[in-house]
């Protein structure tokens, strides 16, 4: 099965820890198209293991905290659903002006190199 964290104070550590990659990971986003350490093995490590460690660990979250909740009964569950889906709807929100209206991250180019000397 794997070990299940029952300590508030761990799932938060382990939320603090996912919010740290995806700082990283939209900081990235924000120097697009020229982030540092693009088109090199280290880059392309950092990046595939930052997008693995953020996803694996509010996963990991989510199903904790709903584990913890289920000795609660179908009405704890229901609200973390609706909790975890507001959280959602609120990123999205939040996402829609950088990306569509001021267009705060952008795409290179098709085989162009922006990024050399």
Known sequence: ???LCRSLAGLGGL???GMLF???????????PCPP???????????VLSWVLFTGLFSYVKVAASSLL???????LL????????????????MFPPTS???????????VD???P
Do not use: E, N, W
């Open 79 to 94: 609200a973390a659903g609706v909790a975890i889906q507001a959280g959602s709807l609120l990123g999205a929100v939040a």
């Open 37 to 47: 350490l693009v088109g090199t093995p280290a880059g392309l490590v950092l990046v």
């Open 114 to 116: 922006l990024c050399g």
């Open 70 to 76: 289920h000795g609660g009964g179908q009405r704890a």
């Open 15 to 17: 939320s603090l820890l």
């Open 22 to 32: 995806g700082a990283y990971l939209m900081a990235l986003a924000v120097l697009s």
């Open 1 to 3: 099965m794997g070990v």
């Open 101 to 111: 209206v001021s267009h705060v991250f952008r795409s290179g180019k098709d085989c």
